[in-house]
């Protein structure tokens, strides 16, 4: 059974930074490619971050790009994303996602989410 | 960037009937479409890809066609359990996004 587990959000003032990590098992983590998706509190889904299996080749969302970090242990079977400069817009709940296809496709695993809270 | 607009906003339905949920892109996304449920205080599943197949696991009664721009999910018979927020989703084009989501409730 594959397991997404979502870790690392709280209560971060503007500027500050984030860690979150995604503890992936039940299937071969390094055979596919992982993403972070967000939600802002009553809003819809954004796309943020996504990465090869390898982690050759990672993308970013414009709204995120030269803040946020993504990366991946295979070792560890985890995903990471290092999240720097925080503003108030990054509030959201973030969820870690297996990707299907590469280029990045559509989300067919889900964890259950990390809150991320930005405010002074 | 695509822009993907979901229509109605909200539908109400009562159990048993057919529910049709649409979603339009502001340019081809050919079938590079995804729909998937979300249901309060949960993460959103996947229930199609390709614009039309079923994810694994997801019951008959889903099914999703189109292709371009125009998109169409139909729940056939809606269950209980079928009342959420969907949302269609392209990756044809970059950024991946999102619709705004249909919310399905019980009328």
């Known amino acids: 059974e594959v397991q997404l587990l979502d870790s690392g959000g709280g209560l971060v003032q503007p500027g500050g930074s984030l860690r979150l990590s995604c503890a992936a098992s039940g299937f071969t983590f390094s055979s596919y490619a992982m993403s972070w998706v967000r939600q802002a509190p009553g809003k819809g889904l954004e796309w943020v971050s996504a990465i090869h299996g390898s982690g050759s080749s990672i993308y970013y969302a414009d709204s995120v790009k030269g803040r946020f970090t993504l990366s991946r242990d295979n070792s560890k079977n985890t995903l990471y994303l290092q999240m720097n400069s925080l503003r108030a817009e990054d509030t959201a709940v973030y969820y870690c996602?297996?990707?299907?296809?590469?280029?990045?496709?559509?989300?067919?695993?889900w964890g259950q989410g990390t809150t991320v809270t930005v405010s002074s | 960037e695509i822009v993907m607009t979901q229509s109605p906003a909200t539908l109400s339905v009562s159990p048993g009937e057919r529910a049709t949920l649409s979603c339009r892109a502001s340019q081809s996304v050919s079938s590079d479409l995804a729909w998937y449920q979300q249901k309060p205080g949960q993460a959103p599943r996947l229930l199609i890809y390709g614009a039309s197949t079923r994810a694994t696991g997801i019951p008959a009664r889903f099914s999703g066609s189109g292709s371009g721009t125009e998109f169409t999910l139909t729940i056939s018979s809606l269950q209980s359990e079928d009342f959420a927020v969907y949302y269609c989703?392209?990756?044809?084009?970059?950024?991946?996004?999102f619709g705004q989501g249909t919310k399905v409730e019980i009328k």
């Open positions: 996602a297996n990707v299907q296809l590469w280029p990045p496709g559509y989300f067919d695993y």
């Open positions: 989703q392209q990756y044809n084009n970059w950024p991946r996004t």
